[in-house]
Every structure is written in C-alpha cells, then in structure tokens.
C-alpha cells in the first residue's frame, strides 16, 4: 500500500518548508518526556513569529543606522567648531567631531549584525526557526560594511571638507 499523496488529516501538518531545517528536538524516552514536549500548534506559532521578528529586526536596524548617523551629524553641526568657523566644513566642524561621527555612526550596524547572529544560534538551539535570520544575516552584511566603509574613514582619515 503506498502512502496517500496528501495527509488524511492537513490540519495537522504544521510544518512549511522553511522548518524542514530545524534542528530537531530530543525524542520523548518516556510518556513524562512527551507530555514535556512542545504542543505542536505552539511550535508552529513561534516558528512563524519568528520570521515576523527576524524581518522587523532588519527594518529597525537600517532605519536606525539612518537615524542615529542623521542625529549624530546634526548634533555635530549644532556644535559648531574650528573647521565650520573657518568656512572649510559645513556638517562636521572639529576633528572629534569626526571621530565621533564616524564611530557612532557604524555602532547600530554591527550592533545589530552581531544582535541578528546571536538570535539565529539562540533560535538554532531551541530548535526554532532560524533560516529566516540567516536570511536576514546577509542583508545586514553588506549593510553594515556599507556604513563602516562610509563613516569611518572619516573618523581614521579626517575630511575638513565635510
């Protein structure tokens, strides 16, 4: 007899194809162990959270990369300083304020690339899904380099210009 091509009951697969990769639970060893498991249905909740959590950490973190790096350069040009009251710069009027820029500027990038890498292992080890941080992982890549190669050779360099 050869398996239905469908399950006789598909409210009962909770499963999609982004959680065939999931590191997989111990098997229960005694009816205590199964009784401990997870409710299915609840699995499948946080499984989808998950995706909702991992794709709304992205659009914080590159909404806050522009934030913080906007607050930081109008704080910088409220200051004031020697290269504004020279006339040779515009945003970021003395050499701290450069420094400062630059590295602050590139601390919400990696800060939530390195946020984003150690949800993905915390959601890996409660067998969670976690494809859709790795997903999100290598958007935040290119992201957060993008922005340290922006800001700090401004903060190592220096540019009175700015």
Known sequence: ??????????????HSDADY??????????????????DPAVQHERNRASTRQALW????????SAVVCL?????????????CEAGEATWLCS??????W????????VAGLVG???IMVRKLQRYTR?????????VLVPHAMMWMTTTLPYAIVGNPAL
């Open 116 to 118: 984003c890498m150690v």
């Open 71 to 83: 607050v930081l350069a109008l704080l910088a040009r409220a200051l004031g300083g020697p290269y």
């Open 1 to 14: 007899m050869t398996p239905p091509a469908r399950p006789e009951h598909p409210e009962n697969n909770l």
């Open 95 to 100: 050499r701290a304020a450069q420094v400062w």
């Open 57 to 64: 950490w992205l659009g914080g973190t590159v909404v806050l």
């Open 130 to 138: 976690w494809r859709a941080w790795m997903g999100i992982f290598w």
């Open 21 to 38: 990769t999931n590191k997989l639970p111990p098997a229960p060893h005694s009816p205590e162990d199964l009784a401990r498991a997870t």
């Open 102 to 109: 630059g590295v602050g500027s590139a601390v919400v990038p």
